[in-house]
């Protein structure tokens, strides 16, 4: 009679499940960092002088191009077309988004104490979390390219073939 010890056993980080449950994080830190943001750029709505019923617009216009243009980034990707301008384009908007949390933060709480500084931080970092969730969930769910054996033997470098020394004649 042979006993399991388990000694053996390992997580298999790319099981179906340990996806899922990496799937589930990313969207719950998602919705959340989208939610941190969304409830700051509203409040920043009022700088622009936008009608309480309009406010909603302002994270419209700046939250969701950012989950727009990093999953068109990973579409381009895919295809091996340029993605330099999504990337300018999410990283930017990612940008300014952080900025105004930043901002709309220090205007309700100043940044007298360390506990202001931490939440005007942790309130721009929202943004960064929504480039970073969607990059990562797109990431998971879509399929790795596969190199070919014949792209992969031609990116192999070659041994350099020993020059000899030139024939230099001297007067």
């Known amino acids: 009679m042979t006993r399991r010890t388990g000694a053996g056993t390992r997580i298999n980080p790319d099981h179906i499940n340990m996806q899922r449950l990496v799937v589930v994080g ?7 960092s989208v939610m941190t943001s969304w409830n700051g750029l509203v409040a920043v709505a009022e700088w622009q002088g936008l ?14 191009p950012i989950v ?15 993605t330099w301008l999504v990337d300018v384009g999410a990283y930017t908007l990612t940008s300014v988004s952080a900025i105004a949390n930043f901002m709309h933060t220090e205007s309700v709480r100043g940044l007298g104490t360390p506990e202001s500084w ?29 190199v070919s054996k014949q792209v992969h033997s031609r990116a192999k470098p070659k041994a350099a073939k020993p020059r000899s020394a030139p024939n230099v004649a001297r007067a």
């Open 51 to 64: 009608p309480t019923a309009w406010r909603w617009l302002t994270p419209l216009m700046i939250d969701v």
């Open 118 to 146: 931490a939440g005007a931080i942790i309130n721009a970092l929202a943004p960064f979390l929504v480039l970073l969730s969607t990059e990562v969930l797109g990431g998971l769910i879509t399929k790795p390219r596969r």
């Open 68 to 82: 727009v243009l990093t999953l068109a980034g990973l579409i381009l990707r895919k295809r091996e077309d340029a």
């Open 26 to 32: 990313v969207v719950i830190a998602f919705l959340a």
